[in-house]
């Protein structure tokens, strides 16, 4: 199961530039992060699901390069974004 459309509508309005915003690294990283964070409680009560783990690591590489790009051309946002979402770096 995905986001529904008000949670993402949720995570768009307090880490997009504006409401409707879904291309910038924050909100994309924000987006990112929630289904990392569904992924994770799915994996708890269905260890042997490889085919999943192997999407989990894709969207964690990709949230990776975001963080970095966001990281080289907006510093202070970048901090203030993983503070807000508990990622550690």
């Known amino acids: 199961m995905s986001l529904t459309t ?3 509508a949720e995570l768009l309005k307090k880490y997009g530039r504006h409401e409707r915003d879904t291309g910038s690294p ?4 924000a987006l990112l992060t929630a289904r ?3 992924l994770n409680d799915h994996f708890k009560s ?3 699901d490889h085919h999943s783990r ?4 894709k969207l964690v ?3 990776r390069r ?3 790009y966001l990281h080289k051309t907006n510093a202070e946002a970048y901090r ?7 990622i550690r770096k």
Do not use: C, F, P
Not at 26 to 29: A, G, M, R, T
Not at 54 to 57: K, N
């Open 6 to 8: 008000a949670q993402t």
């Open 26 to 29: 924050e909100s994309q990283v």
């Open 36 to 38: 990392l964070n569904y």
């Open 46 to 48: 269905n260890s042997k």
């Open 54 to 57: 192997t999407g989990l690591m």
């Open 61 to 63: 590489g990709q949230r």
């Open 66 to 68: 975001l963080l970095d």
């Open 80 to 86: 203030k974004l993983i503070t807000d979402l508990g």
